[in-house]
């Protein structure tokens, strides 16, 4: 019986030995989380330290005081919003181009049908107050919308449809033989594009890219059809070196940068919701994201000053180290953009910008010698300092004289030299090359 007793007392001595045994393996993990992520808060605090003593916003609000404009300073942001309130849209059944519901204008260097002509004057008619207000606000040299950060700039639609009614404009005046007109609708595309220069979130800059790329396809199909003066080519490359730079991918990621920092502390910026909100709000979680965010960013920022040819391969190698992280980074892989697609089309309009300023030197030089150059070294030092690099392989951009007009092109995002088919002779989804084509 002595015996019983003793094993019974060896039995809790040892569960009891074995229950204190757990607590201690629990609060050890407990103090080591805890631990964890306190050393995380602290790391992700000496970031935002370090990035606001190195002079770079850390949320909107400090971004917003950044880019406001001093006292007493012009700011065509006030006449670009009374242009917006001033479009008027075509009616449901006219039959016009771009703005309208009528398809695409005819081929290149082709008059436009009676019918469609009437229509585009009756719309450009329609919205000449429109289109005085955009003259006059591209006449400003700073912008500076007027808005919350933290909502995005509400007025994209209006924008995007005074850039389109600039490109008819521009097509219009270019089949009436007016060249000046044609010219002053270009580069008031080019400003309203440059309006959003300032402005913080990535999706502004893809606006303004799609800005740029209208109003180059409206130039092309002026050059076409009109003629132009020495003096008219030389200020619309002006206008278009201008743009190109003003283009700066590395600044966009510095200010989206400052987004996706918002966004780890209020994901609903970014539409999640649910899951990924909850995710967001387990112990430690924002803190791994921000740090994650950080990294990554800080990698694109790097990725964006590379030479254009190097950017696209290592924005997709920053693209593939992020998506090969763990589950504990889930929240950095649903807040980050699709950073390598952005570089893309960011090389995409700087190449068409290239291509209309080759375009321009090539008009130049056919006004001075009544003829297209046989290739594009004709046209250094004189036109071109030097024929243009494409960023998509590394090459000098394509060239082809055609009969009548010439053909410049690069090959795109696939690498790949397709002969200089476009898009609209291609099945969707077919490989295609950015190309610009005059016909006269």
Known sequence: MHHDYDDGRRDRRFRFKIRHLILAVVTALVVAVILHMVL????ADRR????RAAGHPTNLAELALRNKLPMGMDNAAPAYESAFAAFVPPVDDANVPYVGRAAESPDRGAALPEQV???VADCLAANERCLTLLHEAAGIE???YDYDYRQGYPRFKELRSCVLLLKLATIHYGHKGDADAAMACIKDGLCLGDSLRKEPLLISYLVRMGCVGA???GLE???SVAAFTDPQLRDLDDALAATAGRLDLAQTMVT???FLIECTRDPSLTGITGLGVSILKLPGIRSRALIDILDHMEDCIEAAGLPCTQRVSRFREIEARLHGLSMLHEVAKMLAPAMSRIAELDLRCRAHLDLARTALAIERYRLATGKVPEQLGDLMPKYLEQVPIDPFDGRPI???RREPGYLLYDVGEDGQDNGGRERSEVTRGAPCDLCFLVTR
């Open 221 to 223: 199909r002026a050059l």
């Open 215 to 217: 109003t180059i396809a």
């Open 142 to 144: 700073d912008c500076r």
């Open 40 to 43: 995380l808060s602290s790391r």
């Open 256 to 258: 989206e940068r400052c």
């Open 398 to 400: 394509r060239y082809k």
């Open 48 to 51: 935002l330290m370090a990035l």
């Open 117 to 119: 002509a009437k229509a």
